[in-house]
Every structure is written in C-alpha cells, then in structure tokens.
C-alpha cells in the first residue's frame, strides 16, 4: 500500500511538468487571453507544491545533507561563471560588428543616414504601429535598432496596434502599419520600412523650415485656395500635414527667376499655352537644377513648350486615354491602375488603385535624353489607345494611323543627373481634385500625388541614398512534373534512404 | 581535452547503431521538406529565410528529445559513476557528450543542403542570406542541445529530460514575448534573454557577432550548469 502511494507521488512531478509545459504551449499558439495558460500552470505549480507537502521529509534530508553544502558552493561559481558571461554580452552589444551578406547590402546603411543620424541634436522618437499578424513588423524593428544604434537621440517603440488602443487613440492612429516619427510637437508619417523611406521621414521630422510649393496661375490653373469640385484645396491639406508651404506664382510677374524660396513649381492643368517668356522662365529653372511638377489633361495643349518638354523626355498629347480592359466601374474615359513600376514615387503603391478621369497620354522619347533618367511611372492595359478625335463622342474607336495604340504611358518621372534638376508629369489633372478625392474613397491618388510632391522636394543629402528595392530571386516556373520529383524525392526518398540505413546497421549490431 | 573527444565519439556511435536516432532524423527531414516544397511552390522565391525559421521552431521539440539520454542514462544505469571515478574530468563527460549531439545536428544540415542544390537548379538564389542562415542554424541548434544536456543532467528519467528539455527550450524562445505585458529595463532584459531575438538576422542575411556571442554564451553557461549539477550528483 504504501509502496504504490510512493509510486504515486513520484509520479507528481512529472504531471507538474506536463501541465506546465502544456501551458507554454497554450500561451504561445493563443491569440486572445491568456485564462487557459494561467489555469494550466496554476495546476502544475499547485501539483509541485503537492508533492513536496508529501515529501518534505525527503526534502529536509536534503537540505540538512552534504550535498547542499557542497552544491552551495557549486551556486557561487555558477553565479560567477553567468555573471562573467552577461559581462561579455554587454561588451559585444558595445562593441558589435555586423557582416551584411545580402548581394546588394540590403540591411546596411548608407553613409549619408549615418551622418544624418551623427547629426542629430534633439531626440526623435519613432513609434511603429503594427498589428500581431504583420509579417513587416519583425524587418521594420530590425531596421529601426541599425537606426537607433547610431544616435542616442534617436529612440523607438513597437506598439502592438490590437492590445495597446490606448497608444492608438492618443496617437490618433487610423490605420496600423504605420511608423510615426516624433520630434517635440513635430509628427510625420511614413509606411515603408526600407531606408529610403525612413530616411526621407526622419529629415522631414527634424527640418525646421517648411517646403514652399508655388502653383503657377494665370492660365486657369487648378487652384489650391479653391474649394469647390475642380480645386485642389482638399490635396492643399495634404501638403499642409507634410509640412509644405503652399503659395501661388504668377510667371507674368517676374522678370528674371522664380523665388528663391521655391523648392517645386507645380503647372497643374494650364487652360490656355503659357506665354513664351514664361516658358522661358520655367525652363531655365528647371534646367538649373529646379523642380517641376506638371499635371496635364485630355485635350490640353502643351505645343507652346514641346520642344523643351522633348529635351527632358516627356511629352503629353492632346488626347483621351480611352481603356475598355482597366478602367474605372466600365468607364472606360476613366483608367484604373493597380500595378506600377518600381520607382521612389510608386514603391508603396503596390496593390492599391489610382484612377484617372480623363486623362491624356505622354510620350516619351524612344530613349532618354542625354544626362538625364526618364522613368514610366505606370501604364494603361495594352486594349488601351489615345483617341485624337474625342471632340466627337460617337466616333471613340481606335483608328490605326492617327490613334497611338496602348500600353500608354500616364505618368513620368525624370531627374537630370548633373544639375539635379527633377520633373514630374502627369497625363491628368483630375485625379487630385476636390471632387474626386470626396467621392471616391480608398484610391491611392493623393499617396500618388504627395509621393512625387515629396521626391521633387528631396534634400539634396538624401538623393545619395541609393534606393534598394527589395530583393526578389523568382525562380522559374516549376512543371507539374518537377514538383512531384521535388516533393518526393525530398519528403519521401531522403527520409526513406536514412531509414533503410537505419535498419541496415542496426540489424548488423544485433 | 583528448577525453572529449573520446566520449564524443563514443556516443555518437551509439547514435547512429540505435534505430530510434534514424527514426527521429528520418521524421525531421521529412517535416522539413515537407515545409521546403510547400514554401517553394507557394513563394516561388529561391530563399530559405522562411525554412531555416520552420525548422528552428521544430528543433524546439527535438533538440531535447536527441540530448535526453545522454547524461540521463548514465545516471539510471548508474555507469556515470564509472565514468566519473575514471581519469576523466567532469566538464569532458559533459562537453563530450554534447559535441556529440552537435556533430549529429551538424550531420542533419547536412542532409538539408539537398535544398539549397534544388533552388541553384531551378532558380539563382542569393547566397549570402543561406550562408548566414545556416551559420545561424548551427549555433541556435548548438544552443538548443545544450539546453538539451542540462536537463538530461537534472534527472535518471530520459522522458522527464525530454519534457523538461521542451519546456526550457520553448521558454527560453517566448519569453521575450513577455516583454509587451511588462516595459523599461526588465522588458528589455527578457527581450535580450530570449533565443528568439537573435535568431532573425541570420536568416536575412546579416551576422551581428554579439548574436553569434549570445548563443555561445548560452551553450557554455548551460553546460556549465550541467557540469556542477553531475558532479554534485556524484556526492550523494
């Protein structure tokens, strides 16, 4: 009888275990509370707790015994040896060297955010905000701490963007994913989690002078002060929250240059050709390292400035992009875009829709002009043309010979490499209007708009930050056959072969 | 230092004469290729980032399940006294028999490397992110056997240190998680504790060397835990 009860309570420690051990495994796989891990240890913690109740006298032999004695003195070591070992741990953090092995650097930062960080003199306190399930949240605090080891101004927090609301509504969070960037009652935002992006917000963040923007007037232009449908004082607000300043520019006005405090020049959608000494104006600017930002439309007429606008490899026609394939609940004046190229200005747009009512389309030189990078930006769908004669709605078809046959460009980016000059064009002008942005809600355009607001007005210091886009190494499309020779021969072959060499040896033993 | 690698070897060769060794490797590898195709068809990307990661979180389990018997045995069989009574010392038993769990897991990544053949065939990958990938799979596996032979020291009962061995592994791996119930310096302190931090940047492509360092750490404090607790077992 009392043999089996000392069966019995041996036997506890082991239950005290498994009920433990399966409390790990509760709290770690549960996304909610956390009740049933706290009852399972609880029980393992009363199970243990039981067993010493039975077996204190063994316990006190023990303690009373020589084992304790020595084993107090082994403690100290032990004690010793860690704390030797914690020491070395906290010398490697001081002084740890990292070995980047991507192919293109990918987790090491340039030069020129390693001065910016060197720099710093107040502290900017990033707050990242990801929800549990974000496979980005691991990247981003990973690149945050490369950041955070260069300055000790710069310090950052992950919030858990479910469990922590009250960060969320003191922050006036609306969407999770995002990084804020705090500097004293200076806030900017960012989505991206490259260096490029964290970058560009960080000087934002810490820049004590804000960026002038100047829309040209005079021709009918859309007008940032306007509220109504076709004005843009909605995209105004926009630029307000990024810390631009927006001011207007008459070029009949000036004699020589535009302001010295222009950072962009914005044409939005010029209702009448500019003059020629405006075009004068503008050009000169633009080629003396300037930025431009221009917003056509369908039907424009840009003919005053083509050849200038063919020297930086972007021209917009006097057509109607018509797209029947993508295009905007089957309206097919509206193109609808959902895939862009890689670039600075689209990088975080992957997968969001920007819609364009009535665009035109731009043509670009066959290749770029001398000393100078063109870019696509995106494309309408191949079904797509540009319709010359749009005037008269019942003809809208395409006509080979005078109609360009799509894929259409629609926007365009292009930097001048010597004078760091940088122009955008756009092929519409609608797609930032008050109007649109109020009726149609979740399209990327005013990301759309602001993303080249913002890579027009980069400081000079971040241009040499060279963008990385993320590594991608496809590999070819598998057969249905290659699948099965890799699946099997690994999943099945390998395994079988290791135990058939198993048993080979073990039956020789025996 | 000869004696280690003795006992070493020793073990290792009752590692690979004992059927359940090659059913535990044979069931490993299966798993893992089994995540290897699925990853590869799903992502159509040549990487082993999200491998290496699946395959850490197997060793969990089966890190202590290939150290359980190797001080624990001895102990219930009661031949660590010969062992211990033998011109060897201590440390060696203990570091012997983890070298030899280590060459065995060593012996394991290298079956693995089938897959980094099959994306070079099909694809061109990086090689950077697998080289760092694997230099991190060697030490946390090292880690993960430690922890292993400690827990294989603290008891004669091979399911017990195979239980015990599961519960400090995955322990040790979350319990930085504790880290967003808690904050200031403690939160920080478990955040730097847990297997789980160090791990990722290996997998990325990057070798920080303070966390080559961490797991370093990890393996000889385990083992030299292990080392006091079977001699102070010797004294009973």
Redesign the interface.
């Known amino acids: 009888m009392n043999e089996q009860k000392n069966h019995l309570i041996n036997f506890l ?2 239950v005290a ?2 009920l ?2 399966l409390a ?2 509760a ?2 796989l549960s996304f909610g509370p956390d009740t049933l891990a706290y009852v399972l240890a609880a029980l393992g913690v009363a199970v243990l707790l039981l067993y010493a109740a039975f077996s204190w006298q063994t316990l006190l032999a023990v303690l009373r ?3 304790l004695r ?2 107090s003195n ?1 403690l100290l ?2 004690v010793a ?2 704390g030797i ?1 914690v020491l ?2 906290y010398l ?2 001081r002084h ?8 293109n650097k ?2 090491t930062l340039s030069n020129e955010t390693v001065k910016i960080l060197h720099d710093l003199k107040e502290p900017v306190k990033v707050m990242a905000f990801f929800l549990p399930t974000d496979s980005r949240q ?2 981003a605090s ?1 690149m945050l701490q490369r950041y955070a080891a260069e300055s000790k101004y710069f310090t950052y927090e992950v919030v ?1 963007a479910e ?1 922590d609301r009250a960060k969320v509504l003191q922050y006036k969070i609306t969407s999770p994913g995002v990084l804020l960037f705090i500097r004293g009652d200076r806030r900017q935002e960012t989505y991206g989690i490259d260096e490029q992006s964290l970058t560009s917000t960080l000087l934002k963040v810490i820049r004590n002078k804000p960026k002038t923007v100047y829309f040209i007037t005079g021709h009918g232009e859309r007008d940032p002060g306007q509220f109504h449908n076709s004005g843009y004082s909605s995209i105004k607000t926009a630029m307000d929250h990024d810390f631009f300043k927006v001011k207007k520019l008459d070029l009949a006005t000036i004699t020589t240059t535009v302001p010295a405090d222009a950072n962009v020049l914005v044409l939005a959608a010029p209702q009448k050709p500019l003059a020629k000494k405006e075009i004068k104006v503008l050009f000169s600017y633009l080629n003396k390292g300037g930025k431009v930002m221009i917003l056509s439309d369908n039907g424009l007429d840009f003919s005053a400035m083509r050849t200038q606008l063919q020297e930086w490899g972007a021209y917009p026609r006097a057509d109607l992009l018509i797209d029947p394939r993508s295009s905007f609940f089957g309206d097919i004046t509206t193109p609808l875009i959902s895939s862009y190229h890689y670039s600075e200005i689209t990088k975080d747009l992957n997968g969001v829709r920007t819609i364009f009512p009535g665009a035109c389309s731009i043509e670009m030189g066959k290749q770029s002009p001398k000393g100078k990078s063109v870019l696509s930006l995106f494309e309408s769908s191949n079904d797509s043309w540009g319709e010359t004669d749009w005037k008269n709605a019942t003809k809208v078809k395409f006509d080979s010979g005078k109609d360009m046959k799509g894929p259409l460009t629609l926007a365009v980016s292009v930097s001048d490499m010597t004078n760091k000059g940088r122009l955008v064009v756009f092929a519409d002008s609608d797609f930032v209007s008050n109007g649109l942005l109020s009726r149609v809600q979740g399209t990327g355009n005013a990301t759309l708009f602001m993303n080249a607001l913002n890579w027009l007005a980069e400081d000079e210091q971040l241009i040499s930050v060279p963008p990385k886009p993320p ?8 057969t249905a056959g ?2 099965s020779l ?2 099997y ?4 072959f ?3 072969l ?2 058939i ?3 080979y ?2 039956w020789q ?1 025996r | 230092m000869r004696n280690m690698w003795i006992i070493a070897r020793r073990e290792l060769g009752s590692y ?4 359940i ?3 535990v ?3 490993l ?2 798993l893992t ?2 995540f ?2 699925l990853i ?2 799903f992502s ?4 082993l980032r999200y491998l290496f990661s699946n395959l850490t979180t197997i060793m969990l389990f089966v890190a202590p399940i290939l150290a359980m018997r190797l001080l624990a045995e001895e102990q219930r069989s009661g031949t660590i006294e010969l062992l211990l009574t033998s011109p060897v010392n201590d440390w060696e038993v203990v570091w012997g028999k983890w070298l030899a769990s280590f060459i065995l897991w060593l012996f394991i990544l290298v ?1 693995t490397l ?2 980094p053949f ?2 070079k065939v ?8 697998i ?2 990938g694997y230099i991190g799979l060697i030490v946390v596996g090292g880690t993960l056997l430690a922890i292993g032979v400690l827990t294989s020291s603290l008891t004669q ?1 091979q ?2 240190a195979a ?2 061995g ?2 400090f592994t ?2 040790f791996w ?1 319990v930085g ?1 504790g880290s ?1 119930l808690l904050s200031g310096p403690l939160a920080s302190v478990l955040n ?1 504790l847990s297997l789980s931090q160090h791990i ?2 290996f997998y ?7 966390n080559i ?2 797991y370093l ?1 990890v393996i ?2 385990a083992l ?2 292990a080392t ?1 607790v079977v ?2 077992r010797r ?2």
């Open positions: 420690p082991s275990l498994v433990l051990a790990l495994v709290r770690w015994g020589r084992q020595y084993g082994a070591l032990v040896v860690l070992l070395v741990n490697a953090n740890n060297k990292t070995f980047d092995l991507t192919a990918q987790y691991q990247d990973q858990d469990k590594a991608s190494h496809p590999i070819n499309p598998l290659q699948r890799i699946y021969s690994t999943v099945v390998l395994p079988l290791l135990l060499v198993g048993l040896i073990w033993h | 690979f004469i004992s059927p060794a090659y059913i490797v044979a069931a590898i299966a290729s089994n290897f195709s590869l068809f159509r990307e040549a990487t079956l089938i897959y099959i994306l099909y694809g061109s990958p990086d090689w950077g992110p080289i760092s009962n399911i017990v239980v015990l599961v519960v995955i322990g979350i998680g967003s730097y990722n940047s990325q492509g990057v070798i920080d060397v303070k360092i961490y750490s000889f404090g030299y835990i006091r001699e102070i004294w009973r």
